[in-house]
């Protein structure tokens, strides 16, 4: 009795690639790859189905794959933030900031430039040039915000020159020189502050490790400096110690001006102007009875100034 001999055949496997794929590979703005990159891929020896050697996908096809994985890992990191960039926060003296949301549209990308410190904090030089500012619905341009008068923020000079908002407002601080004698042009103003003779003349000189802050020629919703709520311990070491603080030629379209708990020792207001009315029997330009001064030079003339 004869056996036929048995035969065996595997079945075809037959692989189409779609040719219409879409890749977008997302680009990086200064990001330079290697062009020198080379791919060493195995290929398998002695398999065999049907009689030839079983090639999965191209190397090519690899080699794509390869590259958009890799493009795709590098875009799920973070950019990093870097000063003066919108939107952020910069603590302590740090450059690198961490995104913030404006509490007052926090469905819109902010706009904000925040320098935000705690007590202890020493910092140099902010300078604030060639900037615009202002955005319906906020309503300050511009803040310097201490939290109460031992965590004040504390500044040896200040100069706001050249400059103009609609309104400006000084509350709850320690200003030793106050000088608004050059240039200064108001819709109305008060100065109601109080004389004191125990204000101190404060005087911030050595910068050894602290941050300068540099921002000019930008467009900005409104700018902020201010002390991180901290633990009060009723001393002095509670303030956020800077330097110098300069505006020059910083204007807004709309929103104030406001200060509160500033310690300073010279504070110089010049060639700069305020008013949000045209009218100068209202005043665009105040400080409070809240506010202490040594020293106050006024030379503010008041114009119908309505600032659009």
């Not at 290929?43 to 999965?56: A, E, S």
């Not at 870097?82 to 706009?111: H, K, M």
């Not at 509350?171 to 200064?184: F, M, P, Q, R």
């Not at 700069?272 to 020293?295: E, L």
């Amino acid at each position: 009795m004869k056996f036929k001999k048995p035969t065996y055949k595997l079945p075809r496997f037959e692989f189409k690639l779609p040719t219409n794929i879409g890749i977008k590979i997302p680009s990086f703005s200064g990001m330079k790859l290697p062009t020198d990159v080379r791919f060493r891929l195995p290929i398998p020896t002695g398999v065999y189905l049907g009689g030839g050697k079983l090639i999965m996908i191209s190397l090519g096809t690899v080699a794509l794959g390869f590259a958009v994985s890799t493009f795709m890992l590098v875009n799920t990191g973070e950019q990093q933030i870097t000063f003066p960039a919108l939107g952020a926060s910069y603590d302590n003296g740090s450059t690198v900031g961490r995104a913030i949301t404006d509490i007052e549209q926090p469905e819109a990308r902010s706009q904000t430039l925040q320098i935000n410190a705690a007590g202890g904090t020493r910092l140099g030089t902010i300078t604030l040039k060639n900037i615009s500012l202002g955005k319906t619905g906020l309503t300050d341009a511009f803040q310097i915000a201490g939290v109460s008068a031992t965590e004040a923020i504390a500044i040896g000079t200040i100069e706001i020159k050249n400059s103009s908002f609609p309104s400006f407002d000084i509350g709850s601080s320690e200003i030793y020189k106050l000088d608004a004698g050059t240039g200064v042009e108001c819709a109305g103003h008060t100065f109601d502050a109080t004389m004191s003779n125990a204000t101190d003349n404060l005087t911030i000189t050595s910068t050894r490790g602290a941050t300068d802050y540099t921002a000019e020629n930008m467009t900005v919703d409104r700018i902020i400096i201010k002390t991180s709520e901290a633990a009060d311990d009723g001393s002095e070491n509670g303030h956020v110690l800077i330097s110098k603080l300069i505006l020059d030629n910083v204007n807004a379209w709309i929103g104030t001006a406001n200060i509160d708990f500033l310690h300073a020792g010279t504070f110089t207001i010049s060639n700069s102007q305020f008013g949000d009315d045209g009218d100068i029997d209202s005043s665009d330009c105040v400080v409070n009875q809240t506010v202490n001064v040594n020293t106050v030079i006024d030379g503010i003339v008041e114009k119908p100034i309505f600032i659009r």
